[in-house]
C-alpha cells in the first residue's frame, strides 16, 4: 500500500447494544511479495471438477482454484496446523481430508473453507490418503528422517476411529502413497521398492515383488487391472493383473517421479526432480520429456481432463497446461534462489541480494520486484545502498560489485578475498567495510576510503570466521562471526578489540542502533537442538549480555526499530518479536516453512523479510477506523464499480464481507493491476470484519490508462475494471 494512499474504511456492523462509537487497532498481517502467489512447497495436488483444484504443502498451506489453476486462493494454517502437509484427498468438490507431520490429519466438509482436527490415529508423517466413500478410508504414514515402520491406518466410521492394519512380518519400511480401485482392492507404496496389496479393504497386506529397491513415491490405477507405480532413478513400473506382477516401463533416467497422473488407459503423466515432465501415450510403453520451462522440482500432478492440467512443486511452483503438456505455462512468478540480504532507503525503495547473483530492487514497497543484471553467479550476502542510486553488494569468492545508477549496470571491485564475504557496511559514499573470511579460514575485514575504489584488509592475525559488520559512524564499528567472535573498533578499524563469549555461539548478523544499543544475533552451535542466541551492548561493545529468552530457533537476522522493539528472523519460517528490548521474544507465525534470512525494518508500520527460496513476505501494521453507521450485515461478497469512473487522480471503491467469515477471521486483499496485470498498489491486506467498507486509492503517482483491482478473501475473487483520465 503506498504511504500516498489515504485510505478511508468506513464499515457497518451488528451490535448487540445499539450505540455509536469509533475506534483504532493495529492489526499485523504477514504477506507474500515473492514469489507469488505464495511460496511454500507444494507436495500434493488433486482436480475434483473440471475446474476445482486443491493443493497443500509446508507451514500448513492449502490453496484452491477454482478456474483450472489460472487463480488460486490461500489459506495458511489450515484448520490451525503449521505442520507440514504432505498428503490431500477429496471425495467431492466439499468432502476432503489433508494429512502431514506429527500425525496432522484434518477434515473438511466445505470445500476448506473450515477445517476439524482428527486424532487418535497415529503421530507419523500421514503421507497418503484414500477414501473409497466417505465413510471407508485409508492412511500410509511414515516415521520422520529414517526407514523403518510405515504403518496402515483404516477407518469404516468417517475417520471417528482408526485401527491399525496388520502389515507383512518383513515389513514394511516407510509409505508414501496408497490408492484403491475399489471397496477392495488397493495398494500402497514406500521405500525400498515396497508393495503392499490388499483384496479385503485393508484387512490384510500381502508384500508384492517390485525387482527394486528404489523408493516408490506415487501410485496410480486405471480400473482394477492397470496399475502404474512412479519412484526414484526414473522407476515406473506398470502392472496389468491388478498389482501381482510388475513390469519397468523407463529405462535410461536418473531423475526422480514423485508425481502420477493418468487421464485415459493410454495417456498418463509423471512429474519430478529438476522440473521434470514425462508423457506416455500409448500406456506405458513409451514415454517422451516434455519441455516443462523450470527446473524446479515438482512432486506432484494432476489432470481435469486430456488437455488440462497443473503441477505443483518445490517454493510454490505451479505450472499450468490447456493443451496436454505440449506448453506450460508458470503460474506461480518471482525468483526462487536464496535470498540473503535486503536494504530499504524508504517505505518504497529497496533492494535484495541473494543466491547465484541475484539482486532485486522494488520502487513500490515490494509490489513488484525487478531483477536487475549483474552477470554473475556467485551468491552475494550483503548488500548496502548509501543512496538510491549508488550501492554495493559482497558475497562468495570474494565479489565486490558497485552500482552508482540504481542496479542498472554493476562493476566489479578487487578484494584479493578466497573465501566469502558475509556483509557490507558504507558510512559515506567513501568510506565502507565488508567482513568475511579467505579459504583458508583466516579472518578478513576489508575497508576503503574511496567508494571500494581499493579495499585493504584492517585484520591481520586471527582465524575465526566472520559473517556481520555495521558502523554507526567513520568510527565506531563491530564484526562478529563464529567461536562467539566479537571486533570492535573506535578508530575506523585502525585496531580491532576482541570481546569474544561463548565459543559455541555463531553470530550472523550485527546491528549498531545507536551509541548506546549495539545488537548481535545467530545460534548457540553446541547446543541441542540449536537455539536462538541475542546479545546487546549498552555501552559501546564494551560488555555483552544475553537477552535470548523465548529464542528456540537458530537466528539469521534481526533489526530493531528503537531500543524496545525488534524483529528476529529465523530458521523454519519462525519470526521472533520484542518489545522490551530484547528481555522477552514472543514467536509470531510468518506463513511460512522457509528459512528467513534477513529483516528490514525501517518504520513501525514497514517490515520486510528475506529467505530461501525467494522469500519475500512483508508485514505493514494498518490502522483501521471503525464506524458503526447502520445494524446491517451484507449476506454475500460483493465488489462495486469504482466512482468516480473514469477519475483522476482519486476513486473510491465499495465492497462487501458477509457474516459467514466472522469465524475465520478471513484475510481480505484489494489490489490493484496494471494492464499487464503487474500488481501495483496494495489497498487492504488484513483480517476484516463482516461489512460494507470503502476504500479511495490515490493514483497521483500513475499514468492515464486501464486499471483492474481485485477483491480477494478466502475462496472469493471478483474483479473490476477502471479508468484513470488525466
Not at 475399489?182 to 495398494?187: F, R, S, V
Not at 564499528?477 to 578499524?493: D, E, Y
Request: charged residues 10%.
Amino acid at each position: 500500500m503506498h504511504t500516498k494512499n489515504i485510505i478511508r474504511l468506513f464499515f457497518l456492523t451488528l451490535l448487540i447494544v445499539v450505540s455509536t462509537f469509533q475506534y483504532s487497532k493495529a492489526q499485523t498481517i504477514w504477506s507474500w511479495q515473492n514469489p507469488k502467489p505464495q511460496g511454500n512447497s507444494l507436495y500434493n495436488i488433486q482436480f475434483v471438477s473440471p475446474n476445482i483444484a486443491y493443493a497443500v504443502g509446508e507451514a500448513g498451506t492449502f490453496i484452491k482454484t477454482t478456474n483450472a489453476g489460472m487463480n488460486w486462493s490461500i489459506m495458511n494454517y489450515a484448520g490451525g496446523t503449521s505442520k507440514i502437509l504432505k498428503a490431500l484427498y477429496f471425495i467431492d468438490i466439499n468432502n476432503g481430508w489433508i494429512g502431514g507431520y506429527d500425525g496432522s490429519l484434518l477434515r473438511t466438509t466445505n470445500g476448506g473453507v473450515s477445517w476439524d482436527s482428527v486424532t487418535g490415529h497415529t503421530y507419523k508423517i500421514v503421507q497418503g490418503i484414500h477414501f473409497s466413500n466417505s465413510n471407508t478410508g485409508t492412511i500410509v504414514a511414515a516415521f520422520q528422517n529414517t526407514n523403518c515402520c510405515g504403518s496402515i491406518f483404516r477407518t469404516t466410521t468417517g475417520g471417528s476411529s482408526w485401527v491399525n492394519q496388520p502389515l507383512p512380518p518383513q515389513g514394511p519400511d516407510n509409505l508414501h502413497d496408497v490408492t484403491f480401485a475399489n471397496a477392495n482392492l488397493g495398494i500402497a507404496v514406500g521405500l525400498l521398492g515396497n508393495i503392499l496389496r490388499t483384496t479385503n479393504g485393508g484387512a490384510d497386506w500381502i508384500k508384492q515383488n517390485s525387482g527394486t529397491t528404489e523408493q516408490f513415491y506415487a501410485i496410480e490405477n486405471i480400473g482394477d487391472n492397470t496399475w502404474f507405480i512412479a519412484g526414484n532413478a526414473g522407476i515406473i513400473l506398470k502392472s496389468t493383473d491388478a498389482g501381482i506382477t510388475w513390469m519397468q516401463q523407463l529405462n535410461n533416467v536418473t531423475l526422480f517421479f514423485e508425481g502420477l497422473d493418468f487421464t485415459d488407459a493410454n495417456t498418463g503423466y509423471a512429474a519430478g526432480s529438476n522440473g521434470t515432465v514425462y508423457k506416455t501415450t500409448n500406456g506405458g510403453t513409451n514415454w517422451f520429456a516434455q519441455n516443462s520451462g523450470t527446473q524446479n522440482s515438482l512432486f506432484d500432478i494432476s489432470f481435469s481432463d486430456a488437455n488440462t492440467g497443473i503441477a505443483v512443486g518445490i517454493y510454490g511452483t505451479i505450472l499450468r497446461t490447456t493443451n496436454g503438456g505440449t506448453n506450460w505455462i508458470h503460474v506461480s512468478e518471482g525468483t526462487v534462489n536464496d535470498l540473503y540480504s535486503a536494504d530499504f532507503l524508504s517505505t518504497q525503495t529497496g533492494y535484495i541480494s541473494g543466491q547465484n547473483g541475484t539482486i532485486l530492487k522494488t520502487i513500490n514497497r515490494g509490489s513488484v520486484w525487478q531483477a536487475l543484471p549483474t552477470g554473475l553467479s556467485q551468491s552475494l550476502y550483503g548488500i548496502d545502498f548509501i543512496n538510491v542510486n549508488t550501492g554495493t553488494a559482497v558475497g562468495a569468492l570474494g565479489v565486490i560489485i558497485k552500482t552508482t545508477n540504481g542496479g542498472a549496470q554493476w562493476t566489479t571491485q578487487q578484494s584479493n578475498v578466497t573465501g566469502n564475504l558475509g556483509s557490507v557496511k558504507f558510512v559515506n559514499s567513501d568510506l565502507g567495510f565488508t567482513a568475511g573470511y579467505n579459504s583458508n579460514g583466516t579472518s578478513v575485514i576489508l575497508k576503503t576510503t574511496n567508494g571500494g575504489n581499493n579495499w585493504v584488509n584492517t585484520l591481520t592475525g586471527f582465524s575465526n570466521l566472520l559473517y556481520g559488520v555495521d558502523f554507526i559512524d567513520a568510527n565506531t564499528g563491530v564484526a562478529a562471526g563464529g567461536m562467539g567472535t566479537i571486533l570492535v573498533t573506535t578508530n575506523s578499524g585502525s585496531s580491532w578489540q576482541n570481546r569474544s563469549i561463548g565459543q559455541g555461539y555463531v553470530f550472523g548478523q550485527v546491528q549498531i542502533l545507536n551509541n548506546n544499543f549495539f545488537v548481535l544475533a545467530g545460534f548457540d552451535s553446541w547446543a541441542f537442538p540449536v537455539t536462538g542466541i541475542v546479545y546487546v551492548s549498552t555501552n559501546g561493545g564494551v560488555n555483552w549480555s544475553s537477552r535470548s529468552a523465548g529464542l528456540y530457533e537458530a537466528l539469521n537476522g534481526i533489526s530493531f526499530i528503537n531500543e524496545n522493539t525488534g524483529i528476529a528472523a529465523a530458521s523454519y519460517g519462525f519470526i521472533f518479536k520484542t518489545t522490551n528490548g530484547g528481555l522477552n521474544w514472543i514467536s509470531e507465525r510468518s506463513g511460512t516453512g522457509n528459512h528467513l534470512y534477513d529483516v528490514s525494518y525501517n518504520t513501525q508500520d514497514s517490515i520486510v523479510i528475506t529467505g530461501s527460496g525467494g522469500t519475500i513476505i512483508s508485514s505493514y501494521n494498518t490502522i483501521v477506523n471503525a464506524i458503526n453507521t447502520s445494524q446491517q450485515i451484507p449476506f454475500s461478497y460483493k465488489l462495486y464499480q469504482n466512482y468516480p469512473n473514469p477519475f483522476n487522480p482519486a476513486t473510491k471503491i465499495k465492497f462487501d464481507i458477509p457474516e459467514e467469515v466472522r469465524s475465520q477471521k478471513s484475510n481480505v486483499k484489494l489490489v490493484v493491476y496494471d494492464v499487464l496485470g503487474r500488481e501495483i498498489a496494495i489497498l487492504i491486506n488484513q483480517q476484516l470484519s463482516p461489512g460494507t467498507y470503502e476504500v479511495e486509492w490515490n493514483a497521483s503517482n500513475y499514468t492515464s490508462g486501464i486499471y483492474f483491482y481485485r477483491l480477494s478473501a478466502e475462496y472469493y475473487s471478483e474483479t473490476g475494471k477502471m479508468i484513470l483520465l488525466k
